[in-house]
């Protein structure tokens, strides 16, 4: 799942809206694994 500063592409592929660095967590009641690029 695409987190803060991320994008999702047509084909799921993610990619970074800002430079920073990048923050892997798993959130919610499903465990669901979010991406986020946090800015320096």
Do not use: Q, W
Request: charged residues 30%.
């Amino acid at each position: 799942m695409c987190g803060t500063n991320v994008g999702c592409g047509r084909d799921h592929t993610l990619f970074a809206k800002a430079d920073g660095k990048v923050k892997f967590e798993v959130k919610g009641p499903k465990n669901r694994k979010y991406i986020s690029i946090v800015a320096e």
